[in-house]
């Protein structure tokens, strides 16, 4: 079946661990995506990446880090810098859209953090 | 300074009527708007989206209007079923920047019987 895969699902993470979420996806897309989501609250961009060996910081990146070592994968690292971590990760991908329409992006089922 | 806006946090409609959904934008760049589903600890669905160049556009139950005037879409769901009960996303992207996609803080819909 294609699609995005993250794992894991649920994750605890103590105070001043660094934690690694993973992302991959076999629908051969080129950019992949990381949103965080606060209860209540809409989808913030927390890196993205259009191509392999390349990626841009989104709205919310201090904190995070990212690598795009293989176009299959995007793996988000947690580091103890972001201070309130606590939310669901939701990793997506997406192709070049034809002429005029643009990208549809497509969600991975997510991941829970949560500080303990 | 929000680009994309709900301003509707929730929205209740009975079963059979017609649910509106609303967004607003703020980026006269955006040329691309998207309408996702999100159930509880999912990840969103894509349900339908609209290019710029068009004003309507119908998948089924499912019709987004866009009025590029305004900075206005809505999304229409006719019937509504009690399995439409989610919270509703709505997303934009400009062409020059068509990786980055930016969403709104989302509608959560609930259908009553």
């Known amino acids: 079946d294609g699609g995005i895969t993250q794992s894991p699902k649920y994750l605890f993470r103590k105070e001043g661990q660094n934690v690694t979420l993973s992302c991959e996806q076999n629908l051969n897309h080129d950019a992949m995506y990381w949103y965080r989501q606060d209860p209540g609250q809409g989808l913030r961009l927390i890196y993205y990446s259009q191509i392999v060996n390349d990626f841009q910081k989104g709205d919310i990146a201090e904190g995070y880090s990212v690598s795009r070592e293989k176009k299959e994968s995007f793996p988000l690292t947690v580091t103890s810098a972001q201070k309130n971590p606590t939310a669901f990760y939701l990793c997506a991908s997406s192709s070049p859209g034809q002429k005029f329409s643009g990208n549809t992006i497509y969600f991975g089922e997510g991941s829970w953090l949560t500080v303990v | 300074d929000q680009q994309v806006k709900q301003n509707s946090p929730s929205l209740s409609v009975q079963e059979g009527r017609i649910s509106i959904l609303n967004c607003d934008y703020t980026n006269s760049m955006f040329d691309y708007f998207l309408w996702y589903k999100k159930y509880p600890a999912e990840g969103p669905t894509f349900l339908i989206s609209?290019?710029?160049?068009?004003d309507k556009n119908e998948d089924g139950r499912f019709t987004v209007f866009l009025n590029k005037s305004a900075k206005h879409l809505s999304l229409h769901i006719v019937p509504s079923q009690p399995g439409d009960s989610a919270v509703y996303f709505c997303a934009a992207s400009a062409r020059s920047s068509a990786s980055k996609i930016i969403f709104g803080s989302g509608t959560r819909l609930s259908i009553r019987p």
């Open positions: 609209i290019s710029s160049i068009k």
